[in-house]
């Protein structure tokens, strides 16, 4: 019961400070992404791939949220954009006032499109909103069809789900049908693609998917 | 800050519960197992493959920790023997609380060896002592290589790391060597098995080193 409650008030004064975030990267004309999924989902795979795809498109700016190590933003950073690290020191999600202060680190006004990869947990970080416009989660094809169902909240919350490491159905048990079925169930408008960082496939749709939700967002 | 406050509090509060389930464990001669991983790396199909191999020989039961569904206890329960669900309606872990209630809704008189399947997530689960004699964690290939460093707690707390999806080894960019290392620079006593549950390559090791526990702890 005392976890509830102190759940809620954090969630409060949370929901607050991601207002604030909101308006900071709109008066920038920043569009941002929270990336959330299980550990080892490919987050960090998928932002190597996608960022120079954008190259010369869009000014890129990505914030990683690990609970310890800079390894992640070693690598985005080798990309040649400005990339913040967050230790979150145990804490196993993202929170709005952790991004508050990577804003207050980064060069906002040479991004115009800002990544966020949160903490690799399939739960906490549904629970957290950062200001972010959309929410975007990876679902790893290893992990199993199973999950909707299992960890929905974070279904629920995310306007796109990707569906990572298709080359590896050949040599895994997973219903592909059942998990996007499952997903819409749970989130009828949940928009769902299928990738490989390992072939590219589906990189193109992906990268489509941002352009769409960069359009909409600057022109409405 | 405050959240490392609550969190204080409600850990010495679990630690009293853990230590209580302790004793009543012990009490009916029950050797426990707490399982932890990131959602998906294979906690039930390990239980799955398990069970009939300790068929005659142990009388099991087992707790299973899931945010929603009951799914993974009907697939358990398939199996003939006592299986209680807890549903932690949000909650990312299980706490000692939760495992207590279970304790009163099993038949301990007919139960030697207990597993509690945690909730899918590499983080949160390690901070919550349930009252277990050893803390088994496992991590799919799958999930890379660099999870030891990243999540280091879960590591540091577990007696045995169960390398899963060994299969997968040809398809993913896994190093073994690297994550055995790793993993015991964090916890230099940590014990190592590799297995595939498809492929059942290891299940032997695995239920040697439950003998091993089992036998360490009746005779100690």
Chains 1, 2 share one sequence.
């Not at 050949?170 to 998990?179: C, L, N, Q, R």
């Amino acid at each position: 019961m005392h976890e509830v409650r102190i759940s809620t008030d954090l969630r409060g004064k949370n929901r607050e400070i991601a207002a604030e975030n909101r308006t900071h990267l709109a008066g920038h004309g920043i569009v941002s992404l929270n990336l959330m999924s299980a550990p080892g989902a490919g987050k960090t795979s998928l932002l190597l791939r996608t960022i120079p795809l954008l190259a010369g498109r869009h000014s890129v700016g990505v914030i990683e949220g690990d609970i310890q190590t800079t390894t992640d933003a070693e690598k985005v950073g080798a990309l040649g954009i400005p990339v913040y690290q967050i230790q979150t020191g145990g804490v196993c999600h993202l929170d709005a006032a952790m991004v508050r202060s990577a804003l207050h680190e980064l060069p906002l006004d040479s991004i115009k499109l800002l990544f966020i990869e949160n903490v690799g947990n399939l739960v906490c970080p549904a629970e957290f909103d950062l200001g972010e416009d959309a929410r975007v989660m990876l679902l790893s094809v290893s992990e199993g069809d199973d999950k909707p169902k299992k960890y929905p909240l974070m279904f629920r919350e995310s306007r796109l789900l990707i569906l990572n490491k298709i080359d590896l159905l050949p040599h895994v048990s997973f219903d592909i049908e059942k998990a996007r079925r499952e997903a819409r169930e749970i989130n009828p408008k949940l928009d769902i693609i299928e990738i490989s960082c390992t072939t590219g496939a589906g990189l193109d749709r992906w990268v489509a998917w941002i352009e769409d939700l960069v359009s909409s967002i600057r022109s409405g």
